[in-house]
Structures are given as structure tokens and as C-alpha cells.
């Protein structure tokens, strides 16, 4: 699947986190801007209204909002992605989640 960076993405910009306007992405698209990809942990999913619980078969932070259920590994800092149960990808950062899922739904994460 093909992730590219896209208006409304969490990035960083100075080490600031922002949200990217569509100027800022498509300046970040063909490299007049430089962004640095944000690291996943549990409160980006919370902040974008997943339902969290703890998968008990794997141990893993788990959390759906509607057909879309992500497996996070906080040791690894990776979230694998499935759609009506069904793998989709496997994430590092969270723009990817929302490029995912907006590919996925239709709905841009946000918080």
C-alpha cells in the first residue's frame, strides 16, 4: 500500500508536532519542507477515538473504531492494521495510521 504524506498529517516540523496544512504537505512531497515522522504509542490511537482493550491472545494493545482494529507493540513500536479482519499493513509512525485508515474509511484521523 502506497503511504504517501497528505493534508491534515501529524508530523514534525523543528521538532514541533503539527498538523499539516495542505501548502505544508505538498511543500513536504517535493522537498521543500522537511518532516520527521512521529513515533506510535497508545495515546495517538486514543486521541483519534479508538476503543482500547488488551487482545488476550497476544497480550498487545488493541484498538478498533468501527471495521478498522490495530494490534499495537509498544516493545517494538509497530501496529499491524486489519480491516474487516482482515492484515492490511504493518505501520511504524503515525501518519501512516491515518493515511491507512483514511485509504481504508475514507475518515482522516484526527484529534
Keep these: 500500500m502506497n503511504i504517501d504524506i497528505i493534508e491534515g498529517d501529524y508530523l514534525k516540523i523543528s521538532n514541533v508536532t ?3 496544512s495542505a ?3 505538498s511543500d513536504a512531497r517535493n522537498g521543500i519542507l522537511t518532516v520527521t ?4 504509542n497508545d495515546t495517538w490511537f ?3 477515538g479508538f476503543t482500547s482493550f488488551i487482545d488476550n ?3 498487545l494493545g ?3 473504531k468501527g471495521n478498522v482494529t490495530i494490534f499495537f507493540s509498544p516493545v517494538r513500536l ?3 492494521i486489519t480491516y474487516c479482519e482482515q492484515k492490511i499493513v504493518t505501520v511504524d509512525c ?4 491515518q493515511n491507512v485508515v483514511k485509504k481504508l474509511t475514507g475518515e482522516l484521523l484526527t484529534k
Excluded at 503515525?94 to 495510521?97: E, L
Aim: charged share 15%; proline share 4%; net charge negative.
Design 94 to 97: 503515525v501518519h501512516h495510521v
Design 62 to 64: 488493541t484498538y478498533q
Design 57 to 59: 491472545d497476544t497480550g
Design 23 to 25: 501548502q505544508q504537505a
Design 18 to 20: 503539527t498538523k499539516l
Design 37 to 40: 515522522p512521529i513515533a506510535l
Design 78 to 80: 509497530v501496529a499491524d
Design 46 to 48: 486514543t486521541d483519534f
